[in-house]
C-alpha cells in the first residue's frame, strides 16, 4: 500500500475533494473511483461546469459540503502554490491537504541548514548508472539550467510589466497566462502561440498578436536561464563518453530555442532533442515513446535523468525507461524550510532575490554531499548570497533620495564607497559621481579649528596609550611636543593640513554646488569636519548612524537608510560589520594629503590574501546586483530591509568554508581596534 493508499483508508467514509483538471486527475479518478467518494473538481482559474464526470465546485461549496480532505493533483511546485492560497481555510475548518503523492501540504517544514534525514541521490551513483546505459536523456528546465526567478510564473508577472510600459493592458494577465497554458494542455502539448491564442480569445481591443507575446516571453525568460553547473559537466561527459545524448522536455519551445539557449550557454548539443510542443505530446502523454524508438527495437538501457518526481521519474518508468532524479534548487530550499526567508517575501523584487539565491546556492543538486550541510566555500559566494541584497537596496535608496533633493553631486567618501560607488553609477549617469577620498583620520587632522574641535575628538576613547592616540589621530610624535604646547600644535599642523586638502578638492572639480556625501556607518565625524573644507553644503547619506542624539548638537544634516526605531527593532546592528568588512577599497586609508594635494596613505596592514577575499566578495555583489537590476524595471525595485536582514543573517547560520574570509579582520585603528571575522561569525 502507498503513502496515498494509506490516506484514503485514513478517509474512508469522508467525502473528498480533487484539486486539478488534468488528465492525471482522470487517471486518479479511474484508479481509485470505487474507494473514494469524490463530491467534485476543484480549479484555480475555474469554479464551475463539469469534467471526467463530477462537478468542478468553488472552494466555498467544499467548506459548507464538510470535505475532510483534498487531494492536490499537480506537480510539486504547483502543489506547493495552491497550498499557500487554501492552507489558512483549510485550517479553519478541519480539511486535510495531501498532494497525490502522500505529502501533508498543511505541515509547516521546519527550518534547518542540514541535510542530516535527506534521501538524497549521489553523484557517483549517476555516474555509474550513465556509464551502464547506451542511451542518456536529459531533462532540461531545472535540471540542465535554472531561472534566476523563484517561481517560472514569475516571467508572467515580468512580461505584463513590460506589456503595461507599452501601453498593453491584459487583465489579470498572469492568471490568464497560467489558465491558458493549463487549458491547452488538456489534450495535447502546446507551443507558446497556442497558449496565447488562448490568451487573446475575447481580446479584441488588444493590440498585439499571439506570436508577438509568444517572442517577448522568451526573450525574457531565455535572459534568465543559467547552467546547472555540475549537471551540465555530466552531460558534458556523457557526450565525451560517446553516449547517445537526448535532452528530453516538456516545454512550449521549440527545438530551434532549445538549440539556441544551449549555444548561448556554451553547452554543447546533443544527439537528439525531444521537445514536447513540436511532438505534440508531453511526458504524462507518451512523449517517453518517442525516446524509446530510438533503441530501435533493441534492448539497450536508456537512461532519463530528470528533477520533476512524476513526469520525468513515474512517466518515464510507464515505459520501462530507467531514470535517476536530481533535486531543483526549489526542492531543497523547502526540504530546509525556506531557510526562514519565504516568510518576508512580499513583492516581485522580493521573489526576484529570492531567485537569484536559489539559483546560486542551490545550483549543485549535489550540494549536500560533502558533510550533509549546507555551506559556502567561496567569498565570491559570501558578497553574492548574503551581503548583496542589503547593499542592493541600500544603492538604490541612495540613488532614488538624491534624485528627491535634486542634488547633482554625490560623493562617495572612501573607503567604504568604493564599492558603492562601481554599483551607483550603474543605476544613475545623470548624477557627478566622485570617488572622494577621505577618512575620519583625515577629516579631523584637516579640520581642527579650536579647541573644542580637540576636546571632541579627544571625547572618544582610544584603546591604547596617550602617545599612541595622538600619533594616529593627529598623526603627531608625542616627543616633539609637551602637555602645554598639544593643542596649539595640533590646530596649526590642520591648518596648513586643509589648505592641502583644498587642493585635492579642486583638482577632482568639487564645486559649491550642495553634494550628498556617504558615509557606511558613523557617527557624523567625519561630515562635521569635512563641512569645514568643502566649498558647498552637505547632506549625508548614511546605512547607520550611531548615536544620533549625541550628535544633535551639531545640527548635521543627516538621513539614514535604517531609522533609529528600525534599527532598534532589527537585527541590523549585529550584523552591519560584515558588509563594512567587505565595502572598503584594496587602497589603504588615507591620513592626510601633502602640499601637491595628494593623498598621503597609511600603511597597509591587510595581506595580499585579505585584499583578494574581499575583492572576490565585492565581484560576486556586483554580480547580484547587475542581474538584479537587470531582470526588473525601476519602478520595481521596491526597498525590503526585513528580508534583506534575513539573508543577511544567514551567514551566521550556513557553514562558511572559506577560511580566508573568516581570517579577515575587523579593523578600527582610529579606535585602535581590531577583531577577528571569525570571532564574530561562528
Known amino acids: 500500500m502507498n503513502k496515498i493508499e494509506e490516506i484514503l483508508q485514513q478517509y474512508k467514509g469522508k467525502d473528498i475533494a480533487l484539486y486539478g483538471l488534468s488528465t492525471e486527475t482522470e487517471r486518479f479518478i479511474k484508479e481509485y473511483s470505487e474507494k473514494i467518494s469524490v463530491i467534485g473538481l476543484l480549479d484555480g482559474f475555474k469554479e464551475d461546469g463539469e469534467m471526467y464526470g463530477f462537478p468542478i465546485i468553488s472552494f466555498s461549496e467544499v467548506i ?131 497558449i496565447y491564442d488562448c490568451v487573446l480569445k475575447g481580446q479584441e481591443k488588444i493590440l498585439i498578436s499571439s506570436n508577438e507575446l509568444a517572442t517577448m516571453e522568451w526573450e525574457i525568460d531565455h535572459s534568465l536561464l543559467i547552467p546547472r553547473r555540475s549537471i551540465c559537466q555530466i552531460y558534458k561527459g556523457a557526450l565525451e563518453q560517446g553516449k547517445y545524448v537526448c535532452i528530453t522536455t516538456d516545454t512550449y519551445y521549440d527545438e530551434k530555442q532549445i538549440r539556441y539557449i544551449l549555444n548561448s550557454l556554451s553547452l554543447p548539443l546533443p544527439n537528439k532533442i525531444i521537445v514536447s510542443c513540436q511532438e505534440g505530446i508531453s511526458k504524462n502523454q507518451g512523449l517517453y515513446k518517442i525516446l524509446n524508438d530510438l533503441n530501435n527495437g533493441h534492448n539497450a538501457a536508456i537512461l532519463h535523468i530528470g528533477d520533476d518526481e512524476y513526469s520525468d521519474i513515474e512517466c518515464s518508468g510507464r515505459e520501462g525507461i530507467d531514470s535517476f532524479r536530481l533535486y531543483c534548487g526549489s526542492y531543497l530550499f523547502d526540504y530546509l524550510g525556506g531557510l526562514g526567508l519565504e516568510d518576508y517575501t512580499r513583492e516581485l523584487s522580493d521573489r526576484v532575490k529570492l531567485g537569484l539565491f536559489i539559483s546560486r546556492i542551490f545550483n549543485d543538486p549535489f550540494v549536500y554531499e560533502e558533510d550533509n550541510k549546507l555551506g559556502v566555500k567561496d567569498s565570491y559566494d559570501i558578497g553574492y548570497l548574503f551581503s548583496a541584497p542589503m547593499i542592493s537596496d541600500f544603492t538604490i535608496w541612495l540613488r532614488d533620495k538624491i534624485k528627491e533633493e535634486g542634488i547633482t553631486q554625490n560623493l562617495l567618501s572612501a573607503r567604504d564607497g568604493y564599492l558603492i560607488e562601481k554599483l551607483y553609477r550603474k543605476i544613475d549617469s545623470s548624477t557627478e559621481s566622485i570617488y572622494f577620498l577621505t577618512s575620519r583620520t583625515a577629516a579631523i587632522r584637516a579640520g581642527m579649528e579650536t579647541i573644542k574641535d580637540i576636546e571632541y575628538v579627544d571625547s572618544m576613547k582610544y584603546f591604547g596609550s596617550k602617545e599612541e592616540s595622538l600619533k594616529v589621530r593627529y598623526g603627531i610624535d608625542s616627543s616633539n611636543i609637551n602637555d602645554n604646547t598639544r593643542n596649539d600644535y595640533i590646530l596649526k599642523k590642520s591648518s596648513k593640513l586643509r589648505e592641502n586638502y583644498r587642493k585635492y578638492i579642486d583638482r577632482i572639480g568639487i564645486s559649491n554646488k550642495k553634494s550628498a556625501i556617504f558615509d557606511f556607518v558613523a557617527k557624523g565625524t567625519s561630515q562635521l569636519y569635512l563641512q569645514k573644507i568643502l566649498p558647498g553644503d552637505v547632506k549625508g547619506y548614511y546605512f547607520l548612524q550611531l548615536e544620533p542624539e549625541f550628535m544633535s548638537k551639531y545640527n548635521l544634516n543627516i538621513e539614514p537608510f535604517y531609522t533609529e526605531e528600525e534599527k532598534n527593532e532589527s537585527a541590523i546592528f549585529e550584523n552591519y560589520y560584515i558588509l563594512e568588512t567587505l565595502l572598503t577599497s584594496p587602497d589603504p586609508s588615507v ?89 564574530m561569525i561562528l
Open 64 to 194: 459548507n459540503s464538510n470535505v475532510g480532505l483534498i487531494i492536490v493533483i499537480a506537480r510539486p511546485g504547483s502543489c506547493k502554490a495552491i497550498a499557500k492560497r487554501v492552507a489558512d481555510d483549510c485550517r479553519n475548518n478541519n480539511i486535510a491537504l495531501f498532494d497525490v503523492r502522500g505529502k501533508d501540504l498543511l505541515s509547516v517544514s521546519k527550518v534547518t541548514y542540514s541535510f542530516d534525514n535527506i534521501e538524497a541521490p549521489r553523484k557517483k551513483d549517476l555516474i555509474s548508472k550513465i556509464e551502464t546505459a547506451r542511451i542518456v536523456s536529459f531533462d532540461f528546465f531545472d535540471t540542465l539550467v535554472t531561472r534566476k526567478v523563484y517561481s517560472y510564473t514569475d516571467v508572467f508577472a515580468l512580461l505584463d510589466i513590460k506589456l503595461k510600459e507599452q501601453g498593453i493592458d491584459i487583465s489579470d494577465f498572469t492568471n490568464r497566462r497560467l489558465a491558458a497554458e493549463k487549458e491547452c494542455s488538456k489534450d495535447h502539448a502546446p507551443s507558446l502561440k497556442e
Open 591 to 679: 591620513e592626510e594629503f601633502d602640499e601637491n594635494g595628494n593623498p598621503v596613505y597609511s600603511e597597509e596592514t591587510r595581506s595580499k590574501k585579505d585584499i583578494d577575499c574581499f575583492l572576490r566578495a565585492q565581484e560576486g555583489i556586483i554580480t547580484f546586483f547587475n542581474d538584479y537590476v537587470n531582470i526588473l524595471p525601476k519602478t520595481e525595485l521596491k526597498i525590503n530591509k526585513t528580508l534583506d536582514e534575513q539573508f543577511l543573517v544567514l551567514i551566521n547560520k550556513i557553514t562558511i568554508k572559506d577560511q580566508d574570509f573568516l581570517s579577515l579582520k575587523i579593523e578600527d585603528p582610529f579606535f585602535g581596534r581590531m577583531t577577528s571575522m571569525k570571532d
